[in-house]
């Protein structure tokens, strides 16, 4: 059975199957025009995966793989600070992380996350 939530008609943000949880591309909460440092893109990224997550029934300790997407490599050490201070140590999934065009110029990064539930 596959259970999905928030459906709309392009995309779920939560699709759950089989014991495993997709997540649908998350990103900072910036505005057209707005500078927001790719850090705290990062920071509010990443809440954003805590909250999905929760709402999944699972946990950031239980995220099987992560998908990184920056929108230039000179973000990669800042959006990496950011990161590893979030992973719980002894937790780290298995990752990609390159860089590609995104939806809009003032994103900076973008994270696809799959994980386990119970």
């Known amino acids: 059975m596959i259970e999905r939530q928030e459906t709309a008609t392009r995309m779920s943000k939560i699709v759950k199957h089989n014991g495993t949880v997709y997540l649908c591309g998350q990103v900072g909460n910036v505005k057209a025009g707005e500078e927001v440092s790719a850090g705290d893109q990062t920071a ?38 950011v990161w590893d201070a979030w992973v719980p140590e002894g937790h780290a999934p298995a990752r990609a992380c390159g860089e590609a065009k995104l939806a809009r110029p003032e994103l900076y990064v973008e994270i696809i996350v799959t994980a386990a539930y119970d």
């Open 44 to 81: 509010q990224m990443l809440a954003k995966v805590d909250a999905l997550l929760v709402q999944a029934g699972s946990s950031k300790e239980q995220i099987l793989q992560a998908i990184i997407w920056v929108s230039d490599m000179k973000h990669f050490q800042e959006m990496n600070a």
